[in-house]
């Protein structure tokens, strides 16, 4: 028997990964999944440039500066010291402004230096000869953009992608039917209701784990293209980098489970799909505000514990934000697997319940 349940598992599963990939009302579901890659794809074209900018103005340079060296300008130092420690600069640029009336009018010169290391930018402001303001324009940081990368990952990514890419499919499942005016077809195939929702399901994990896997490398490669090879292996086999992009790529899997797992029960206990959508999104949102026992019921708790680097919170940011991006009940890394799988299988367990008693009634949809 379980053979046969298992083939009918396959048969529906054939028939809804067709119809998940190319249906026409999910088309949004692409473009939502490759926004992400486009952010990081943007940043890397961004980065270098600057890069190219830099080491090209590095060249013009009469001396071949150190982070050390664009450290030492301090304020109040005069033209010749600064070109004395520096060099002359390769861009530069002057101007003069009046000041008072009359015989107390007088002429005020500024000047701007621009020098690099080849990575980080320094610009001096001069005025009359003497340094009245530094700017130091820090280059590429692995470790600050590895932050980023993690709070677009969390923040956009897994409560926005994710979330409505998950609501697009998994809530068609039998809505989508329903509208479609085609479940009774499957009501009326020798099959029982439990298979299908488990062919179903995985037809639906397939297509959202394909599409944002798929998603997830792109942008792993988007953000790592702009680096030098030797950058790039460092990062990757000496910094962690494989690591945290195994770890994001499962991660993206299980937000896959755990969101599709509430909507597909969602799909068949609301005829409105905003009404849920909005509740389940809330819920995620203020889930670090949540009292500890609720919190478990959520998706984003433990895919939180989950993510391999933590989003420090700025001195003097508001309680809210932090609190969003703090995590304030970390718990282990099999904890949260098992917490996240369990809680999957108990939305999948009461959408088995639903759909024994599922009836059509295509006249009130």
């Known amino acids: 028997m379980k053979r046969i349940w298992w083939e009918q598992v396959r048969a529906v599963m054939r028939l809804e990964i067709k119809k998940t990939f190319f249906a026409t009302r999910g088309l949004w579901i692409y473009f939502v999944a490759l926004v992400p890659v486009v952010i990081f794809t ?27 060296d664009l450290q030492a300008v301090r304020k109040g130092m005069t ?36 020098y690099t290391d080849g990575v980080n930018d320094l610009y001096v402001s001069l005025v009359d000869g003497t340094v009245a303001n530094i700017v130091i324009s820090e280059g590429y940081d692995m470790g600050r953009d590895s932050v980023m990368f993690a709070g677009i990952f969390q923040f956009f990514f897994l409560r926005l992608a994710v979330f409505f890419g998950c609501l697009g499919i998994f809530m068609n499942l039998f809505r989508g039917e329903v509208l479609d005016r085609s479940l009774h077809f499957y009501f009326l195939s020798p099959i029982r209701r439990e298979v299908l929702v488990a062919g179903k399901f995985l037809a639906g994990l397939i297509a959202t784990s394909v599409i944002f896997v798929t998603s997830e490398l792109l942008q792993n490669v988007a953000f790592l293209w ?8 460092l990062y990757l086999y000496h910094n962690h980098g494989l690591s945290h992009t195994a770890i994001y790529l499962g991660i993206t899997m299980l937000a896959c489970v755990g969101y599709g797992a509430f909507f597909l029960v969602a799909g068949m206990l ?35 514990a989950l993510c391999p680097v933590n989003i420090p919170t700025p001195p003097g940011m508001p309680a809210l934000p932090a609190m969003l991006i703090s995590n304030p009940d970390p718990i282990s890394a099999p904890l949260a697997l098992t ?9 999948l367990y009461l959408s088995s319940l639903e759909v024994r008693r599922m009836e059509i009634n295509y006249t009130t949809e």
């Open 42 to 68: 943007a940043y890397s074209i961004a980065n270098s440039m600057q890069i190219h900018r830099s080491a090209s103005l590095s060249r013009r340079q009469e001396k071949r500066l150190t982070d050390q």
């Open 339 to 347: 917490g996240l799988l369990l809680v999957a299988l108990l939305a």
């Open 79 to 114: 033209r010749e010291e600064v070109i004395g420690l520096l060099g002359k600069p390769p861009l530069k640029s002057h101007g003069t402004a009046h000041q008072g009336a009359g015989a107390e009018r007088r002429t005020i010169v500024h000047e701007e230096y621009h």
């Open 226 to 233: 702009h680096l030098s090879p030797g950058a790039r292996d």
């Open 270 to 304: 609301f005829r409105n799909p905003i009404i849920p959508t909005l509740v389940i999104l809330i819920w995620e949102w203020i889930n670090p505000f949540l009292p500890a026992v609720l919190r478990q019921i959520s998706v984003i708790y433990y895919l939180k």
